[in-house]
């Protein structure tokens, strides 16, 4: 019952923002781009700058780079035996690939393991928005109606806030240069509004998810492979990784997330099978209530 308390107290947020969506009826992309342009580069900042670069910067890109990979082959795989076309092959990358690490991810590892829990987990929140508007639009763009080039996503990363974010605060952190700490209070209060946002976003998010007529055989075999597969690759992955144990724990627990619920809208902008990424999106985001825990309980929370 104590690991169910901690994923409830965000399920009560998303349910909100759900049932806020259905009453109302908010224009969700606006909030969203609010939460995106406004807050989260704030939070990014604010992590980078106050915590000091140390080898785990490089531990945690490595840890993100070769568990996307080591999915993506997995995708491939189950994809190539269940004969998928290009398409539905693109819309499991999607799925399968991205897990929902900054509305969903860092406020369980918040309530979880705590402010230091949480700083980890902004951090990789960066590395995985970074892969999933690079890797991402590729899968998407490949399956889709609508092609995009290098140049495109690249422009579309180099427009990312919250890697401007993230930049600022590592190079302010390197030169030194001291924030007077009322400009901090400041930037505090935005930084976390973010993640309350973030997770109302999501509740409103699933509230409009299209729940049509799917080929459920790739929708459960993306399931498998975001609930069970990634978590498991993440636990062979750290036990060579040299870090702490909290941020082993706090990669293993991020691993576990449900689909990205990101990866519908690139779904929906490039015509990868939008159905089947937004379905998946919902089933593994119900599924989480049952293996979060479960995961929880084997981190030994």
Partial sequence: MDLLMIVLPAFLIFLTGYIGQKWIGFDIKSISMAALYLMSPFLAFRTFYANELTMEYVYITVFCLILSFALIIVV????????????????????????????????????????????????????????????????????????????????????????????????????????????????????????????????????VIATKRVAYKYVNAVAVIRMIVSPLLAVAIVSFIPVNDLLKDVMILLAAMPAAANTTMFAIQYGTEPDLVSFTTLITTLLSIVTIPLVLFWLGI
């Fill in 76 to 207: 491939l795989i189950t994809g190539f035996f269940m004969k998928a076309t290009r398409q539905k092959m693109s819309a499991m990358i999607l799925g399968g690939v991205f897990m929902n690490s900054g509305n969903y991810g860092a406020p369980v590892v918040l309530f979880a393991f705590g402010a230091a829990g949480f700083d980890y987990a902004v951090i990789i929140m960066v590395f995985q928005a970074f892969l999933m508007n690079t890797i991402g639009l590729f899968a998407a763009s490949f399956g889709g109606e609508e092609e995009t080039s290098l140049q495109q996503s690249l422009r579309r990363v180099a427009r990312m806030p919250v890697l401007h974010g993230a930049i600022l605060g590592v190079v302010l952190q390197l030169l030194n240069v001291h924030i007077p700490p009322t400009f901090m209070d400041a930037i505090s209060l935005v930084a976390d509004a973010s993640i309350p946002t973030v997770m109302l976003v999501l509740g409103m998010q699933l509230a």
